[in-house]
């Protein structure tokens, strides 16, 4: 069964480092997504991805956040300078397409520890 | 913001039990899904539907959708101690996914 897998699983940071998450998603989803899961909270989307475009980054933190997905397919997203409030799961979900009746596979998330 | 908000945020029963979640919502949708996380199978999609749908079953899972008083509920029948899991409602409108806060489901063996 196909996955989106995610790298690292767990990250330990200091505030005022930088950090990056890996996402690849299921072959062939042209839909990508980041979300943010904060402890007792559901998923909240930072960003989507339509191939290589950014299709909504309105809740990314601009001035710390980015992402790409520079050919279409894996992505990464980076934070930089990290703060203590980004502690947090960062999850990375895909589909075959964009539109809200496809279903979205989540990958098992990276856990990051601000320090 | 989050939306879809849960109801009770953390439910406990027995092996063979029901379990009844219950979901209210503020703005228009286009569908309502539940979606399903613990830490062994992590995020899963369990049930999508649609605003014009007032229910579907999808084998032990039920769902219910009442528009009119932007509601929503997922029953879980005859559950299994591999049921716990949190349980989230997510709203669909706008190209997005709106994750309410969950219900923690606790089933005991």
């Known amino acids: 069964e196909a996955e989106v897998a995610q790298s690292p699983r767990y990250k330990i940071t200091e505030k005022s480092q930088a950090v990056a998450f890996w996402c690849d998603p299921i072959s062939g989803h042209a839909t990508l997504y980041w979300y943010r899961q904060i402890l007792g909270q559901g998923p909240e989307l930072l960003v989507q991805f339509q191939d290589e475009s950014v299709v909504d980054d309105s809740q990314l933190p601009k001035d710390r956040f980015s992402a790409e997905r520079l050919k279409g397919v894996d992505s990464t997203l980076k934070i930089q300078p990290a703060e203590l409030g980004d502690s947090a799961m960062y999850l990375c979900?895909?589909?075959?397409?964009?539109?809200?009746?496809?279903?979205?596979?989540f990958g098992p998330g990276t856990r990051l520890l601000v320090l | 913001s989050q939306q879809g908000e849960e109801d009770p945020q953390a439910l406990s029963i027995q092996e063979g039990e029901n379990a009844t979640m219950n979901c209210s919502y503020k703005t228009s949708i286009n569908n309502l899904q539940w979606y399903r996380q613990n830490s062994g199978r992590g995020l899963v999609h369990l049930i999508l539907?649609?605003?014009?749908?007032r229910e579907k079953h999808s084998g032990r899972l039920r769902v219910t959708l009442d528009t009119s008083k932007k509601s929503s509920s997922l029953l879980i029948t005859a559950s299994r101690a591999a049921d716990t899991a949190s349980y989230f409602c997510?709203?669909?409108?706008?190209?997005?996914?709106?994750f309410g806060k969950g219900t923690l489901l606790t089933v005991n063996p």
């Open positions: 539907i649609r605003s014009n749908e």
């Open positions: 997510v709203r669909g409108s706008n190209y997005k996914l709106t």
């Open positions: 979900a895909s589909s075959l397409e964009w539109g809200l009746q496809e279903t979205q596979y």
